[in-house]
């Protein structure tokens, strides 16, 4: 809950920060490149809602990402699906670079970074003071870590901390004994079984006793597929239009009292009724969209040569005030190196030939013009002004 | 008096509108009911602080009646069975009745002048009307609760009713277009909060349009509109002229 704490500061809670805006505290997501783009990280209480691209490959890193930091961090975990065991999930989650492999591998790359820090820029000395998006690890810091994809959790780890899950075919066989609720019944159970979590270990505070408090981290895979039983996806016109959204506003209510934070991945570009992703915009707290480069007509572009796919920032909260940390940069990228998943600012490379030009002018004024809806808490434009 | 205000927002966030309105009425010394959709008590609570006003202090003394949409719907659907006499003002999401009667017997016990009370003008304010429809409700439902208000709050109470709808030019929600067209053409006074057409910009969150309807009350006047830039700070919100933010002057 937001409380600002004016007395005695209580221990923190692992893996946290409170943030300088608003005071809330703040959760890693697992990749501090988003955390960056989020305004500091995920705040306890919130909802984030990735937008996954075409064949989902990315959002599913950004989810196992949002996991893999709770087990390091020591949080507890309640991970939902229709489609993967969530036992085979925590089985997926990419390795922690710890402290001494990553001192050794990057102790060299670190050493020459700093070195580059401290050199003043001689030419371009007016890009002096932009802000850096952090991209690779250069210091070990308590609160965001870096992961390998290219190698598994060791499982030693993903024991060590207490988790929940949630796997929609094996929770449909029993015995039903919800009350009704005017929602799309797997919905529903998985409402349950948050709450009951919630409250059965205290997250939401009504146990005075227990004084080691740890934080909660929910995710819910692929919500609104078809595999949830809603065809929000399948069809313009769904039988239940509300039961996602009604199913969003529950869980805004869940995590709003207790200390936990959620990541849901929400195939998106199925679902063809856009007025139900408009309301679910709004209904969540942040929304980040992956656009994939695989299969468009963009994999080959020059342009996005480094990068394997665009990231959209839909939305940010203003939370506790009547501001909201949006980080400047609108135009970003995501790229998946053979260890590791970063967002980085989108840099064009220069314009060096003159037939790359022309033809991609066009591209770049369409492009430019996605690139240019920025979230929704601050000014859309709708024009793209051609300079 | 007896006014209707319509807070609109386009490709921004128009909140801030609502945390000055109920800076503003609170400190007036109006009888205030907020029903609060979508967010939590202590995100009003805290930024409230920050304009000057404690929402607990004002709850404590009755000037203040709140309903946390978020934490009703929970009790609503975790909690016990509840007792016939107090309906939850969230009804209709059990799905038994379809309209929002439940919400105005709430807004009307609320407002209600009861003895002892020396509170100028009962206020409605109502954070969020596009999540009604997100909850299932009938746009004609939504526009027949706003209009039992309006006449049960505005004619009858003389106070004044202030919503917050979130709108978009090439919104496919058809439902949330029908209902703010037709808030708009029964407000006496519309502010529209739109970001800019050019763009995202630092200095200059967005533009603000206020539109005076003169043209509901009386036949020959013609609305007056006015359009300004704004830039919100930590505390308050700083309006200047279209083009002369203090970045460029």
């Known amino acids: 809950s937001f409380q600002r704490r004016a007395g005695p500061r209580p221990p923190a809670l692992p893996g946290t920060r409170p943030s300088v805006r608003h005071g809330q505290v703040l959760?890693?997501?697992?990749?501090?490149?988003l955390d960056c783009v989020l305004g500091g990280g995920v705040a306890v209480g919130t909802l984030l809602l990735i937008e996954e691209d075409k064949y989902g490959l990315y959002s599913n890193l950004l989810f196992k990402y949002f996991l893999a930091e709770g087990i390091v961090c020591g949080h507890d975990l309640f991970v939902a699906s229709a489609k993967e065991h969530p036992d085979n999930i925590l089985k997926e989650l990419p390795a922690p670079l710890l402290d001494d492999t990553c001192g050794k591998e990057l102790g060299d790359e670190a050493a020459a970074k700093s070195e580059d820090f401290q050199d003043s820029m001689k030419i371009a000395w007016r890009y002096q003071n932009l802000?850096?998006?952090?991209?690779?690890?250069?210091?070990?810091?308590?609160?965001?870590h870096y992961y390998d994809v290219s190698k598994k959790m060791p499982p030693e780890l993903c024991q060590s901390v207490k988790w929940h899950s949630?796997?929609?075919?094996?929770?449909?066989?029993?015995?039903?004994?919800?009350?009704?609720?005017?929602?799309?019944?797997?919905?529903?159970?998985?409402?349950?079984?948050?709450?009951?979590?919630i409250s059965q270990e205290g997250f939401d505070g009504s146990d005075p006793q227990k004084k080691q408090r740890n934080v909660l981290r929910i995710g819910i895979q692929s919500l609104g597929s078809v595999l949830w039983g809603d065809d929000v996806c399948c069809s313009d016109t769904p039988e239940d239009p509300h039961s996602l959204t009604k199913f969003l506003y529950v869980l805004r209510g869940l995590l709003r009292k207790s200390l936990s934070a959620c990541i849901i991945t929400v195939p998106a570009h199925l679902i063809q009724n856009k007025a139900i992703m408009e309301r679910v915009t709004n209904l969540s707290d942040m929304v980040v969209g992956l656009e994939s480069f695989i299969g468009s007509e963009r994999e080959t572009n020059p342009l996005y040569k480094d990068y394997h796919g665009l990231v959209h920032v839909h939305q940010i909260p203003r939370l506790n005030s009547l501001m909201c940390d949006v980080s400047d940069t609108k135009d970003l990228a995501f790229r998946l190196k053979r260890k590791q998943f970063t967002i980085e600012r989108l840099h064009l490379p220069p314009d060096l030939s003159d037939t790359v030009s022309r033809a991609s002018k066009q591209d770049l004024a369409g492009s430019a013009k996605l690139l240019s809806s920025g979230c929704g808490a601050m000014a859309i434009g709708k024009k793209h002004l051609d300079f | 008096?007896?006014?209707?205000?319509?807070?609109?927002?386009?490709?921004?966030?128009?909140?801030?509108?609502?945390?000055?309105?109920?800076?503003?009425?609170?400190?007036?010394?109006?009888?205030?009911c907020f029903v609060a959709l979508l967010q939590s008590f202590n995100h009003y609570s805290i930024v409230a602080q920050k304009l000057g006003v404690s929402l607990a202090a004002a709850k404590e003394r009755g000037q203040l009646i709140f309903l946390e949409g978020l934490k009703s719907c929970l009790d609503l659907l975790f909690g016990e069975e509840e007792q016939p006499g107090q309906p939850s003002p969230l009804q209709f999401l059990r799905g038994s009745c379809s309209d929002l009667r439940a919400l105005f017997d709430f807004v009307r016990a609320a407002l209600a002048p009861a003895d002892g009370d020396s509170w100028k003008g009962?206020?409605?304010?109502?954070?969020?009307?596009?999540?009604?429809?997100?909850?299932?409700?009938?746009?004609?439902?939504?526009?027949?609760?706003?209009?039992?208000?309006?006449?049960?709050?505005?004619?009858?109470?003389?106070?004044?009713?202030?919503?917050?709808?979130?709108?978009?030019?090439?919104?496919?929600?058809?439902?949330?277009?029908?209902v703010v067209n037709s808030l708009c053409h029964h407000s006496d006074l519309i502010l529209w909060a739109e970001g800019l057409a050019t763009g995202f910009c630092k200095d200059v969150y967005g533009q603000i349009k206020i539109i005076r309807r003169l043209s509901l009350r009386q036949a020959a006047e013609q609305d007056v509109v006015q359009t300004y830039q704004y830039k919100i700070q930590d505390r308050n919100v700083t309006f200047f002229a279209r083009g002369l933010s203090a970045a460029v002057l």
């Open chain 1, 27 to 33: 959760l890693s997501s697992g990749l501090p490149s």
């Open chain 1, 131 to 144: 802000p850096k998006m952090e991209t690779s690890p250069t210091m070990y810091t308590k609160f965001g």
């Open chain 1, 166 to 197: 949630f796997y929609l075919h094996e929770e449909l066989s029993f015995e039903p004994k919800m009350k009704a609720w005017n929602m799309n019944s797997g919905y529903a159970r998985l409402l349950q079984s948050i709450q009951r979590i």
């Open chain 2, 1 to 32: 008096q007896g006014r209707f205000t319509l807070l609109r927002d386009t490709r921004t966030d128009g909140s801030f509108l609502v945390h000055h309105f109920l800076s503003f009425y609170l400190r007036a010394g109006c009888k205030v």
């Open chain 2, 122 to 178: 009962p206020v409605l304010l109502l954070d969020d009307l596009s999540v009604l429809l997100s909850l299932g409700a009938a746009p004609v439902a939504v526009l027949d609760f706003i209009h039992y208000c309006r006449v049960s709050v505005c004619c009858q109470l003389k106070g004044n009713i202030v919503v917050l709808v979130h709108s978009n030019e090439d919104s496919e929600d058809e439902e949330n277009e029908l």
